[in-house]
């Protein structure tokens, strides 16, 4: 049975968080305020001011219960994780230097690949946002487009066709009338026309998700072809046919715009992704199972760390800052 947590509030928005999985019997875990300390030791021994002294009080804590031992364990297994992802990172026990080396290491081998992604998409594009950025802007012909953190958009107008490349993350169009050129969005393979309409085309791991706002859209792919009503949404995957128009939840498919993420018993991982459009940074999972939990809430895009601290609490998941750029979860 499902077990709904209790409300727990973000800002100025509020949210409940749901697991499908807790009803499942698993080994008892270790109480939260021995996590916590667990954690606690965990960071302080990451750090270049952890002391002999400090050594003798950790040693203490762990042989005062095997409870200490078997918390600290867990956390100490995710060096061994991160060990082949990036050199030089070695298990926490080793020493301090290599510690700080491993760290840096990581950071920038984060930056780097990020800042290579964005320039390589910038140069494709002729609109684009970083992280936690959104944008609007009216295009030559009086449409108007605004623009998700982390998306890119190319404009490719002639005579015949105003023509768009979503490139990535989501964009909401508003169509200038102009029955003589069409109006295409090209995502993932496929296309979204206006029939003189408002609509918003997102793109999440190769999937393509058409929803629409006002009037009516022709959604093709290869495999044929659907009309999407407003108040509708249809959705393919490249190369896939388009699936048949449902009823959609406007607010939360256009939340964005208003500064807000809203999920209703959506895997953690998808909404880990969609918390990535608003933070320079990368989540790991030590378990990749863990993805699969179910959250539903409504959180605050301009506060994506905030969020997913609020998610796993709830979850009975537990997060690691190792940088501004690398949290790690577990359980």
Do not use: C
């Amino acid at each position: 049975m499902k077990r709904r947590l209790p409300l727990i509030g973000v800002g100025r928005a509020h949210s409940s968080v749901t697991d499908d999985a807790m009803s499942e019997k698993k080994p008892a875990a270790a109480p939260p305020d021995v996590r916590d300390a667990a954690i606690g030791w965990w960071l302080r021994r990451n750090e270049a001011t952890f002391s002999k002294r400090d050594g003798a009080a950790f040693e203490a804590w762990l042989a005062e219960d095997a409870a200490h031992r078997a918390a600290f364990d867990k956390l100490a297994a995710l060096g061994d994780f991160m060990a082949p992802r990036w050199p030089g990172v070695g298990p926490l026990r080793k020493a301090r230097r290599r510690r700080r080396r491993a760290a840096a290491a990581a950071t920038a081998t984060l930056l780097a690949l990020f800042a290579y992604d964005e320039i390589a998409l910038r140069l494709r594009a002729d609109y684009a946002t970083g992280p936690g950025e959104t944008r609007q802007a009216t295009l030559e012909d009086g449409s108007r487009v605004e623009l998700d953190a982390r998306s890119a958009l190319a404009v490719r107008y002639s005579a015949g066709q105003r023509r768009v490349v979503l490139l990535d993350g989501e964009a909401w169009f508003d169509v200038a009338p102009d029955p003589a050129r069409p109006f295409v969005v090209e995502a993932a393979g496929g296309t979204a026309t206006a029939l003189g309409t408002a609509f918003d085309v997102a793109l999440d791991g190769g999937k393509a998700r058409v929803t629409v706002t006002s009037h009516r859209v022709r959604v093709s792919t290869g495999r044929g072809e659907v009309v999407v009503e407003e108040g509708q949404q249809s959705a393919y995957d490249e190369g896939g046919a388009a699936a048949a128009p449902e009823p959609a939840d406007i607010a939360r498919a256009t939340a964005w715009r208003r500064g807000k993420l809203m999920f209703e018993n959506r895997p953690i991982g998808e909404v880990v992704r969609a918390l990535g459009r608003y933070h320079r940074g990368l989540v790991y999972f030590v378990d990749p199972a863990l993805k699969a939990r179910r959250v539903t809430g409504v959180f605050n895009a301009d506060d994506p760390i905030a969020a997913l601290d609020e998610i796993e609490t709830s979850l009975g998941l537990h997060a690691v800052h190792v940088t501004r750029y690398l949290t790690i979860v577990y359980e």
